[in-house]
Nanobody
Framework: VQLVESRGGLVQPGGSLRLSCAAS????????MSWYRQVPGKERELVAT????????NYADSVKGRFTISRDNAKNTVYLQMNSLNPEDTAVYYC???????WGQGTQVTVSS
């Protein structure tokens, strides 16, 4: 089983970045997928969740209106489109599957000028 996140990177405030998470080893289309983030010294925070079909999504208040979670079940991939990024969005971002609460390895996103 693997959840492989795309590389994050350094983005200027106000910029955009799209993360992807490619899944393998389980029936991706049957499971809820989520994105979390974590800053050193703080608890991991739920950012967004998407239902197995993609028909339902939920967001943390801090990212509502700026981030969009989506999935392509044909490609076994979940995405996180992040717009209007600000320094408070700097964190390691993780994707997670409800299949055995499996986590990806995380990818660093840094928002800074």
């Amino acid at each position: 089983v693997q959840l492989v996140e795309s590389r994050g990177g350094l983005v200027q405030p106000g910029g955009s970045l799209r993360l992807s998470c490619a899944a393998s080893g389980f029936t991706f289309s049957r499971y809820v997928m989520s994105w979390y983030r974590q800053v050193p010294g703080k608890e991991r925070e739920l950012v967004a969740t998407i239902s197995s079909s993609g028909g339902s999504t939920n967001y943390a208040d801090s990212v509502k209106g700026r981030f969009t979670i989506s999935r392509d079940n044909a490609k076994n991939t979940v995405y996180l489109q992040m717009n209007s990024l600000n320094p408070e969005d700097t964190a390691v971002y993780y994707c997670k599957s409800d299949w055995h609460d499996y986590w990806g390895q995380g990818t660093q996103v840094t928002v800074s000028s």
